[in-house]
């Protein structure tokens, strides 16, 4: 059992920046692959991000690069999700989860332990 924790969400006015860092409690996390996905009512979980905690890939959602960063703070022993720029459309429920193999993937489904979520509002 992993336990993964996000923290950092809230609410912040159009153009505003948020940082969202998410912890994992047990297990050896260098072999770990952490995604962030953000999910709104009534529609499917999006891949927002994703890096190998053990390093040499990282990636950004297309439609989000140039705003979003995916970053490791090994000091922390947590992985941060930085948002810039942000849109009323990036509201959502933010989500960090881990994939124990430590294989890239963008697919929900392939992430075997999951946060509680941290909500995100942006707003005038």
């Known amino acids: 059992q992993v336990d993964v924790v996000e923290s950092g969400g809230g609410l912040v006015q159009p153009g505003g920046s948020l940082r969202l860092s998410c912890t994992a409690s047990?297990?050896?996390?260098?072999?770990?692959?952490f995604g962030w996905f953000r999910q709104t009512p009534g529609k499917a979980r999006e891949f927002v991000a994703a890096i190998r905690w053990s390093g040499g890939v990282a990636d950004v959602a297309e439609s989000l690069k140039g705003r979003f960063a995916v970053t490791r703070e090994m000091t922390r022993n947590t992985v941060a999700l930085q948002m810039n720029s942000l849109k009323p459309e990036d509201t959502a429920v933010y989500s960090c989860?881990?994939?124990?193999?430590?294989?890239?993937?963008?697919?929900?489904?392939?992430?075997?332990?999951w946060g509680q979520g941290a909500q995100v509002t942006v707003a005038s």
């Open positions: 989860a881990v994939r124990l193999n430590g294989i890239y993937s963008a697919v929900a489904d392939d992430y075997d332990y």
């Open positions: 047990a297990g050896d996390s260098r072999t770990y692959f």
